[in-house]
């Protein structure tokens, strides 16, 4: 028995460093995931589990003053001021063709002129009659003071040489027809007649439109009914002429609102003869109001969650949603009527991941507009 004891001892003293480096290994791995033997403390000394969430980065400007107008846009194509379809009253064979495509003319301009040899003889033929029953009726006119020729004889002359004087007139309308002439000035849109054609009666050879004077009319919705009036003064851009803008005013306004669209018709008149064309697209902007000193933001600032106009300022480092009463909304500002004053940052670039008291790092500020009084002091 004494042997067996001494032989064990041994044995089990040698597992017994074994397993106080496993115990050393285990204490390690633990501090190692408590990030240290001082369970990882900041330079300040407080514990990781104490600090808040990470300040969200973020952009802001600071509400300022500047002059802001209200207007309303709108688009339109631009159209002529006048347009004719100009037909041929008369059917014959294109004689001569006067204009063509480009070219400007004015009103009671001979544009076509048709075979009228046909009309010419009628013309002929009616003066004869007529002139058969003038000498006609001057004879029994003698002849009735003489008791030789009927009053009622006398009577049917006379009606007889009017009828007559009538048809010589028409047939000269008809003569007339021979030259086609334009209805209005303007210029030739299209031409649809070559020399040698056959006209045929009521058929359009030729379209002028009068550019003298453009128009674009705006479907407006009601609610601007009381805003827009004529007279005002209107700003005219196409995508034709990119850069360029064009003064225009409104010269007429629909006093009915339409009830299935809610709208109503404001006919704007630009001055033609120039650059602008017929079927021009055009951007208009009319402006009814201005505010020489208002206060504004961005309006980038605002929040687009569908509720009421707010926007997250900063307060001690610290977002804070506010509600804002808004004005006219005049391009890349927004007039604030209420809710902020000059000077208050508003964010305008990181505010989709702020939250009501979400901590925020200033990381750029933009420079306030300025104010109507220092614009003026820098001209």
Same mark, same amino acid.
């Given at each position: 028995?004494?042997?067996?004891?001494?032989?064990?001892?041994?044995?089990?003293?040698?597992?017994?460093?074994?397993?106080?480096?496993?115990?050393? %290994? &285990?204490?390690?791995?633990?501090?190692?995931?408590?990030?240290?033997?001082?369970?990882?403390?900041?330079?300040?000394?407080?514990?990781?589990?104490?600090?808040?969430?990470?300040?969200?980065?973020?952009?802001?400007?600071?509400?300022?003053?500047?002059?802001?107008?209200?207007?309303?846009?709108?688009?339109?194509? &631009?159209?002529?001021?006048?347009? !004719?379809?100009?037909?041929?009253?008369? !059917?014959?064979?294109?004689?001569?063709?006067? #204009?063509?495509?480009?070219?400007?003319?004015?009103?009671?301009?001979? =544009?076509?002129?048709?075979? $009228?040899?046909?009309?010419? =003889?009628?013309?002929?033929? #009616?003066?004869?009659?007529?002139?058969?029953?003038?000498?006609?009726?001057?004879?029994?006119?003698? &002849?009735?003071?003489?008791?030789?020729? !009927?009053?009622?004889? *006398?009577?049917?002359?006379?009606?007889? &040489?009017?009828?007559?004087?009538?048809?010589?007139?028409?047939?000269?309308?008809?003569?007339?027809?021979?030259?086609?002439?334009?209805?209005?000035?303007?210029?030739?849109?299209?031409?649809?007649?070559?020399?040698?054609?056959?006209?045929?009666?009521?058929?359009?050879?030729? +379209?002028? *439109?009068?550019?003298?004077?453009?128009?674009?009319?705006?479907?407006?919705?009601?609610?601007?009914?009381? +805003?827009?009036?004529?007279?005002?003064?209107?700003?005219?851009?196409?995508? %034709?002429?990119?850069?360029?803008?064009?003064?225009? $005013?409104?010269?007429?306004?629909?006093?009915?609102?339409?009830?299935?669209?809610?709208?109503?018709?404001?006919?704007?008149?630009?001055?033609?003869?120039?650059?602008?064309?017929?079927?021009?697209?055009?951007?208009?902007?009319?402006?009814?109001?201005?505010?020489?000193?208002?206060?504004?933001?961005?309006?980038?600032?605002?929040?687009?969650?569908?509720?009421?106009?707010?926007?997250?300022?900063?307060?001690?480092?610290?977002?804070?949603? +506010?509600?804002?009463?808004?004005?006219? *909304?005049?391009?890349?500002?927004?007039? *604030?009527?209420?809710?902020?004053?000059?000077?208050?940052?508003?964010?305008?670039?990181?505010?989709?991941?702020?939250?009501?008291?979400?901590?925020?790092?200033?990381?750029?500020?933009?420079? #306030?507009?300025?104010?109507?009084? %220092?614009? %003026?002091?820098?001209?």
């Amino acid at each position: 028995m004494h042997d067996s004891t001494q032989a064990a001892a041994p044995r089990s003293g040698r597992f017994l460093p074994l397993a106080r480096l496993s115990l050393l %290994a &285990l204490a390690l791995a633990l501090a190692a995931c408590k990030g240290g033997p001082e369970g990882d403390k900041g330079k300040d000394g407080k514990d990781a589990a104490d600090k808040g969430p990470e300040a969200v980065p973020v952009e802001v400007a600071k509400a300022g003053r500047r002059s802001i107008a209200a207007s309303y846009m709108g688009t339109a194509p &631009l159209e002529a001021r006048g347009e !004719s379809q100009v037909v041929a009253k008369t !059917s014959g064979i294109a004689l001569r063709v006067f #204009a063509d495509v480009g070219q400007q003319v004015r009103a009671g301009q001979p =544009l076509v002129q048709i075979d $009228r040899d046909r009309a010419a =003889l009628q013309v002929a033929q #009616a003066d004869a009659q007529v002139r058969k029953l003038e000498a006609n009726y001057r004879r029994a006119s003698q &002849l009735v003071e003489q008791k030789m020729v !009927s009053v009622n004889d *006398v009577d049917q002359l006379r009606y007889d &040489l009017e009828n007559a004087r009538a048809s010589l007139r028409m047939a000269r309308l008809e003569l007339s027809y021979g030259t086609v002439t334009a209805p209005i000035s303007g210029v030739i849109a299209a031409r649809n007649i070559k020399l040698g054609n056959l006209v045929q009666i009521n058929t359009p050879i030729f +379209t002028i *439109v009068d550019t003298s004077r453009l128009e674009a009319t705006l479907n407006a919705p009601e609610r601007e009914i009381e +805003t827009l009036k004529a007279g005002q003064a209107v700003q005219l851009s196409v995508d %034709a002429l990119p850069g360029k803008t064009f003064d225009g $005013r409104i010269d007429r306004v629909s006093p009915v609102v339409d009830s299935g669209s809610g709208t109503f018709r404001v006919i704007c008149a630009f001055e033609g003869g120039g650059l602008l064309q017929p079927g021009m697209f055009g951007r208009i902007r009319i402006e009814y109001d201005q505010r020489a000193n208002a206060l504004v933001i961005p309006r980038t600032a605002l929040l687009e969650d569908g509720n009421a106009p707010a926007v997250y300022t900063v307060r001690a480092d610290k977002a804070a949603r +506010t509600t804002l009463k808004l004005g006219y *909304v005049d391009g890349e500002w927004v007039e *604030v009527r209420d809710g902020l004053k000059e000077g208050d940052p508003v964010v305008v670039a990181g505010k989709a991941a702020l939250r009501e008291g979400s901590a925020v790092q200033v990381i750029g500020a933009k420079a #306030a507009p300025a104010s109507a009084a %220092a614009q %003026a002091a820098a001209q």
